[in-house]
């Protein structure tokens, strides 16, 4: 029988019974919505892990962050230590850089936009290049300071662009216009949210600032980061880091590289895994639903079925007729949960990105096996209805 009768058919039996299709989608719908969110959970932790490699330009397992939320307010003796504590990271053995960068550098008197400040040292740990290539380096012009300027900024700051901050005296040029979608990394403390887009941020050096403003080095405001050796023992590499910071009366609580991060990250997402049990409890129940409700349906449907056999279906056009009922049911409530979930992700992530896009591939998957388990027992039951038994006669 051609498609568009059978779909004719089926919607027609729908119409029949269209108490039982709209409580039996609703189920599913609930089921879509929940295990939505739970993707866009589960999604994010893949993310993170596949933007950072993107971003990162040293492999993530030798790239380690310190945590000194200790000294978000620093005194200054604390904040002088930590300056002398960035300058000596990089003589440790098995450390090849070390400095620290920061989003909240500029003082307000200056005008300018959002801005990040990094050390020389770091300044190869992300992918930054410029529109022609180059790599981001922060070369001065004589007295004037390098600056790099975000793409979306390049017309009102353009190459050769001069201007003078009063605050701390120094002259800048801007010598590089950074690619579009250009990021860096967020603070230690805000990992969750990874990176920053530059392309309305300046960047600049940081040292000459962390020398006229110790207090930038706040752990409220930066996030000290040092590259280990790929052959370097890291374990010593980090107790050498702690014995230096020692000497210098700062205390370091842990030395977490990109993985452990992450993990943390990912040990936060799924803390309460109640959550996920309801997910799957209630996807286990839209399936039997489904399922039962299409079994219910063959029964109840005994003499219809008869009467469509009598006029011509075959055991196959029933067949198809429950298949297509099935998946009218789940992907209607499969459109209905992706487009609410397009539209709302961002209340989760609060982020420029669209997880649930991301895991589209995945969530079709599971959509065409859901189609697949919900038929099979219903087939079953309608392969053993004899077509003489279903209009009254014997088999």
């Not at 409700?293 to 006029?311: D, E, H, P, T, V």
Request: net charge neutral.
């Amino acid at each position: 029988m051609k498609l568009h009768y059978l779909l004719k058919s089926t919607l027609n039996q729908i119409q029949c019974r269209k108490g039982i299709f709209f409580l039996s989608t609703l189920l599913i719908c609930t089921a879509f919505l929940v295990i939505g969110y739970q993707s866009i959970i589960v999604g994010s932790v893949y993310y993170q892990k596949n933007t950072v490699k993107d971003i990162v330009a040293e492999r993530i397992e030798n790239v380690y962050f310190i945590n000194l939320l200790k000294y978000k307010q620093p005194t200054p003796e604390d904040a002088s230590n930590l300056i002398r504590l960035m300058h000596d990271l990089a003589q440790i053995k098995g450390i090849k850089k070390a400095g620290l960068y920061t989003n909240e550098g500029f003082p307000d008197g200056i005008g300018l936009p959002k801005d990040i400040m990094i050390s020389e040292d770091l300044i190869s740990l992300c992918n930054l290049t410029d529109i022609d290539g180059n790599q981001i380096t922060f070369s001065n012009k004589g007295s004037k300071k390098s600056v790099a300027v975000g793409y979306n900024l390049r017309d009102k700051y353009p190459l050769g662009y001069e201007f003078h901050d009063e605050a701390y005296g120094y002259d800048y040029i801007v010598t590089q216009i950074m690619q579009p979608g250009s990021r860096w990394l967020t603070r230690y403390d805000s990992f969750n949210e990874l990176y920053i887009s530059l392309d309305t941020v300046i960047a600049v050096e940081a040292t000459p600032f962390l020398k006229a403003d110790p207090f930038l080095t706040g752990g409220i405001a930066s996030t000290f980061c040092y590259i280990v050796d790929q052959q370097a023992d890291r374990e010593q590499v980090e107790q050498n880091v702690k014995d230096l910071a020692s000497s210098y009366d700062i205390n370091i609580y842990s030395c977490v590289n990109i993985p452990e991060r992450l993990k943390l990250n990912q040990k936060d997402l799924f803390e309460d895994s109640a959550i996920f049990y309801l997910a799957f409890g209630i996807l286990a129940l839209a399936i039997i639903a489904v399922v039962v409700s299409s079994m219910i349906n063959i029964f109840l449907r005994k003499k219809s079925i008869g009467i469509l056999y009598a006029n011509g279906y075959t055991k196959k056009d029933m067949k198809s007729i429950f298949i297509l009922e099935n998946v009218i049911k789940i992907v209607i409530s499969f459109l209905f949960a992706y487009g609410f979930w397009t539209i709302n992700e961002k209340n989760i992530n609060c982020a420029d990105i669209s997880i649930i896009q991301m895991m589209l591939p995945q969530l079709i998957t599971g959509t065409v096996l859901l189609i697949v388990i919900s038929s099979i027992f219903p087939l079953w039951q309608l392969r053993h209805l004899y077509p003489a038994t279903l209009i009254g006669g014997k088999e």
